[in-house]
């Protein structure tokens, strides 16, 4: 398995310990990845506010770039929120040729043309149905047996796109997470909204939809996720909202990649765990009685 390896713009800034962690990972597995070379930004979520075609011809201008490149016919995608844009140009445009000829009149202007001959394929896709639980386990050098884990998905990377898992019930991390020994900490919040962008237009409501997460999530050791954008509303504003609810719903925010490559043995420098917002005293003590 070789895949092309998109990982957008957040990967390279505020959840570069997503990046991290997922090459030393996949490394570590022996999962060979190729940068694009070139990418840009798929338009995130503001794109389609200025213009739908740009929204489209953005994560687009990706995709034709990998469809240059030999001997690869699957991108992998960390960010949900790219996996979503990237997904959306491959599943509209095989139906909408008009599109697909806007489109591919915008990239003619670097003497690009989109085929629609590449699979987008999220990380947890990646892991969860690709690589599967037995190689984890087969590399297991501390077990983590001592934490409960509880899973989050979030939105995008399961909707409105269900390719790998059923939205409404998802479950794919969870042999994952019991490959490295850990128990899967059962709740029903795992693809429940965070309140995502709305974090910063309307706080008051996104926190509220945090603080239901997090609440839920009491007696796990921590919520692992695998979304910069849910990582960043989970782990960021635990205080803020410990503070309004006067409860204390601090806990532990990581990475599936981090989780994974702390039981593989992979050092935290290399999974990027000084970089995380929200690891509590308990989860280092526990993960430190491994050593």
């Not at 394929?121 to 690589?131: A, F, G, P, Q, R």
């Not at 990377?157 to 042999?175: A, G, T």
């Not at 939809?209 to 695998?226: P, S």
Request: glycine share 6%; hydrophobic share 40%; net charge negative.
């Amino acid at each position: 398995m070789n895949y092309l390896y998109y990982p957008g713009c957040s990967l390279e800034g505020t959840s570069r310990e997503y990046d991290l962690s997922t090459r030393a990972l996949l490394s570590s597995l022996d999962v060979p990845i190729t940068e694009i070379p070139e990418w840009t930004c798929c338009g995130a979520s503001a794109a389609e506010s200025v213009s739908y075609l740009l929204s489209m011809a953005l994560p687009a201008r990706v995709l034709a770039l990998a469809e240059k490149m030999e001997d690869c016919d699957s991108v992998l995608v960390p960010c949900s929120a790219c996996y979503l844009n990237l997904k959306k140009v491959e599943e509209t445009v095989k139906t909408d040729l008009n599109l697909l000829g806007k489109i591919n009149t915008v990239l003619a202007e670097e003497d690009l043309a989109l085929k629609n001959v590449t699979r987008v394929k999220h990380l947890l896709e990646v892991l969860s149905k690709d690589i599967g639980a037995d190689p984890i386990n087969s590399k297991l050098k501390k077990p983590l047996s001592n934490l409960s884990i509880a899973p989050y998905y979030g939105c995008q990377c399961l909707r409105p796109f269900p390719v790998f898992d059923d939205p409404e019930s998802p479950s794919s991390m969870e042999p994952l997470i019991q490959a490295t020994g850990a128990s899967v900490f059962q709740w029903n919040m795992g693809g429940k909204c965070c309140g995502a962008s709305q974090m910063n237009t309307k706080s008051g409501i996104a926190q509220n939809y945090v603080a239901d997460i997090l609440r839920a999530a009491k007696g796990a050791d921590a919520i692992v996720t695998v979304c910069p954008m849910c990582q960043i509303n989970l782990e960021a504003y635990q205080k803020k909202i410990s503070s309004t609810t006067g409860e204390d719903l601090s806990i532990s925010i990581i990475y599936l990649p981090q989780l994974i490559g702390i039981a593989l043995g992979i050092s935290e420098k290399e999974l990027g765990l000084n970089f995380n917002l929200a690891i509590t005293n308990d989860f280092k003590k526990k993960i430190k009685s491994l050593d």
